[in-house]
């Protein structure tokens, strides 16, 4: 059965396990977990996803299948993969828009593509076959990123999500903070990009909070409280994206789960306060719509 997954999920992270499980947090309506810690393992894993599952539902989050690398994904992996997601009954797996591994050496990070049509097309290529393999929806997630590689990019970072998710008729995964992240540290406009990620594409939102160093380089931590700037364009994307499953990730240094609760309940008051602007909106539409086509008629 496919989970029911809506709302404002956070992901499942040992660290504050014990907590979250013993909470009772009505705004908190799903969980996210990483495949890797389960494929494969057994024991307290196993335990604990079990406990997770009895309470909320579950959407998968990939951290290894960088889906813009050179070579296919190994099966050694993808078919225990496969099952696992049936088993778990996710509505759709994420994996991000990175590589992370090269000449057989798997590197443990999220490393950017180059903006270019040929990472474009190898992207849509190993998308496909993915999805193919996991016979389900695939998202891909945008990420953060500290330099272009292989000298200048020969597009824009929006430009090169889009025609990726074009070509690979893919859904997205938005992380709204990596948008953020990015616009700060390479200098273009977070709600210019927002305002062109086509709605019917996007699944998912990812928020998180990130660390600013003394130089003044954002990094993408996961490891602090989400900033203003980022509830702000989470709200604007929301208002226009309607009510989009949104998620809040949060990896290390992690504070008493009493803090993570008052996050939740502050997406959780953007959210509803966005998907009524959103519904009214629809609602205008439908009721201006036969009058505006009487007018266009009449001209
Ligand atoms: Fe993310």
Same mark, same amino acid.
């Given at each position: 059965?496919?989970?029911?997954?809506?709302?404002?999920?956070?992901?499942?992270?040992?660290?504050?396990?014990?907590?979250?499980?013993?909470?009772?947090?009505?705004?908190?309506?799903?969980?996210?977990?990483? $495949?890797?810690?389960?494929?494969? /393992?057994?024991?307290?894993?196993?335990?604990?996803?079990?406990?997770?599952?009895?309470?909320?539902?579950?959407?998968?989050?990939?951290?290894?299948?960088?889906?813009?690398?050179?070579?296919?994904?190994?099966?050694?992996?993808?078919?225990?993969?496969?099952?696992?997601?049936?088993?778990?009954?996710?509505?759709?797996?994420?994996?991000?828009?990175?590589?992370?591994?090269?000449?057989?050496?798997?590197?443990?990070?999220?490393?950017?593509? $180059?903006?270019?049509?040929?990472?474009?097309?190898?992207?849509?290529?190993?998308?496909?076959?993915?999805?193919?393999?996991?016979?389900?929806?695939?998202?891909?997630?945008?990420?953060?990123?500290?330099?272009?590689?292989?000298?200048?990019?020969?597009?824009?970072?929006?430009?090169?999500?889009?025609?990726?998710?074009?070509? &690979?008729?893919?859904?997205?995964?938005?992380?709204?903070?990596?948008?953020?992240?990015?616009?700060?540290?390479?200098?273009?406009?977070?709600?210019?990009?927002?305002?062109?990620?086509?709605?019917?594409?996007?699944?998912?939102?990812?928020?998180?909070?990130?660390?600013?160093?003394?130089?003044?380089?954002?990094?993408?931590?996961?490891?602090?409280?989400?900033?203003?700037?980022?509830?702000?364009?989470?709200?604007?994307?929301?208002?226009?994206?309607?009510?989009? $499953?949104?998620?809040?990730?949060?990896?290390?240094?992690?504070?008493?789960?009493?803090?993570?609760?008052?996050?939740?309940?502050?997406?959780?008051?953007?959210?509803?306060? &966005?998907?009524?602007?959103?519904?009214?909106?629809?609602? /205008?539409?439908?009721?201006?719509?036969?009058?505006?086509?009487?007018?266009?008629?009449?001209?």
């Amino acid at each position: 059965m496919t989970s029911r997954v809506e709302g404002i999920g956070i992901g499942f992270r040992y660290g504050f396990a014990d907590a979250l499980l013993a909470a009772d947090v009505p705004e908190l309506r799903w969980l996210e977990i990483h $495949p890797e810690n389960y494929v494969g /393992r057994g024991g307290r894993f196993r335990y604990r996803l079990d406990q997770a599952r009895e309470r909320y539902p579950l959407a998968t989050h990939g951290l290894t299948l960088g889906v813009g690398a050179v070579m296919p994904a190994e099966d050694d992996y993808v078919a225990p993969l496969a099952a696992f997601l049936a088993d778990i009954g996710t509505p759709w797996h994420s994996e991000h828009l990175c590589f992370s591994g090269t000449g057989g050496v798997m590197l443990h990070d999220l490393l950017p593509l $180059p903006f270019s049509p040929q990472s474009i097309a190898t992207a849509a290529c190993r998308i496909g076959e993915l999805r193919d393999r996991i016979e389900r929806p695939l998202a891909i997630e945008n990420v953060s990123y500290y330099a272009h590689p292989g000298g200048p990019p020969q597009m824009e970072e929006v430009d090169f999500l889009l025609q990726v998710l074009e070509a &690979a008729d893919a859904k997205l995964l938005l992380d709204v903070n990596n948008v953020w992240v990015n616009s700060q540290n390479h200098g273009f406009d977070a709600r210019a990009f927002l305002d062109r990620i086509p709605a019917e594409r996007v699944v998912q939102i990812h928020v998180a909070g990130p660390t600013v160093r003394p130089d003044g380089l954002i990094i993408d931590t996961h490891g602090e409280a989400v900033r203003s700037e980022c509830y702000e364009l989470l709200e604007h994307v929301l208002e226009r994206l309607g009510p989009v $499953p949104v998620l809040l990730e949060r990896d290390q240094n992690f504070p008493p789960f009493a803090e993570l609760v008052s996050e939740i309940r502050q997406l959780d008051a953007i959210y509803q306060r &966005a998907i009524a602007v959103h519904a009214a909106r629809c609602a /205008r539409n439908v009721a201006e719509g036969p009058a505006r086509d009487v007018e266009r008629a009449l001209v």
